[in-house]
């Protein structure tokens, strides 16, 4: 069947007044990644779902709409909220330690996750609860007046909302302020570059290592999600971390770690930072318990026997497995009691005891905002 490929200047010519309320009018706006198909219906190439949607249809993700055969966003300058959070809550152990972050996210999500801790969020399809709005260039200013380093496009995923995080972004990069995307990485190889070449860093959530889980619980494929990793590690200069949390008979069996870890040394190389952070029951999983302390620290074990060089624990109380260490010596490099920094042995990029390389983007002392959260407002 023959495409037509379909451009954001092309949806300029539109005129949707009559299609959208005039209170929703001010945050649809025209979408990109899509083509038309010769039966009138467009065809979403956004992210790997490959939403076909009629006229008047939204995607799974709910935000992006066929209105007069054109695709927007319908939650651009739309919040769930905003709130200032120590970067490692992303986390984000490698990237400016100790410093805040504005953290703000929209509606919707383009996976189904059955665990899914945001769910209120990112299953949400009431457009009209994001009572917070805020243009690009007002969150980059509030991120400034506030102090934050950086700002987080965060709690769903910003994939669904490429228009309106590509915008802040850019807004942050003219105040000297970094870009941070928290994401599944469900992306296609048609909007990535985009998405993350205005992108600083970014935590990718590898929910599990096998198709069966992203089948079952996410609605979703892992092999997208790899992909993304590997053009992250290969074709960007986006300094990145992987998030796995570690749900009971799920996915937290010893083989499924181990060939997640020979995965990624074999792909991502040793370098690249991996978090095992706990479950608590949620959403549709409320029958799994929560994660034991024991099972993190197994698969962390696990980890750094098998070569990684920075793993973590998170969501638990463990100073000794949330701590950074120097590959080399073993030195203490950053003490971390949660969100708390406690010691920092590093100048220059480098382990201060034996000068050894320690991959990330670091200053050379701590930030100190703490583990504090603070929610604003911007009504």
Known sequence: M???????????????????????????????????????????????????????????????????????????????????????????????PGTSILSFGTAGCNLGCRFCQNWDISKSREIERLSEKAGPEDIALAAQRLGCKSVAFTYNDPVIWLEYAVETAKACHELGLKAVAVTAGYITEEARPEFYSVMDAANVDLKAFTEHFYDKLCFAHIEPVLNTLKWLKHESNVWFEITNLVIPEENDSEEEVKRMCDWILENLGDDVPLHFTAFHPDFKLMHRPPTPAKTLQRAYAQAKALGLRYVYTGNVDDVKHQSTYCHNCNELLIERNWYELGKYKIKDGKCMKCKAVVNGVFENTKGNWGRRRLPLSFG
């Open 2 to 96: 023959v495409a037509k490929e379909m451009t954001a200047k092309d949806t300029d010519k539109t005129d949707i007044s009559a299609l959208v309320a005039p209170e929703d009018l001010p945050f649809t706006v025209p979408g990109r990644y899509f083509h038309e198909l010769e039966d009138g219906r467009l065809h979403c190439d956004l992210c790997p779902r490959a939403c076909v949607l009629r006229e008047g249809d939204r995607g799974f993700c709910f935000v992006r709409q066929n209105l007069a055969g054109q695709m927007y966003l319908t939650s651009y300058g739309r919040s769930t909220g905003f709130c200032i959070d120590p970067i490692e809550k992303k986390p984000l152990n490698h990237f400016l």
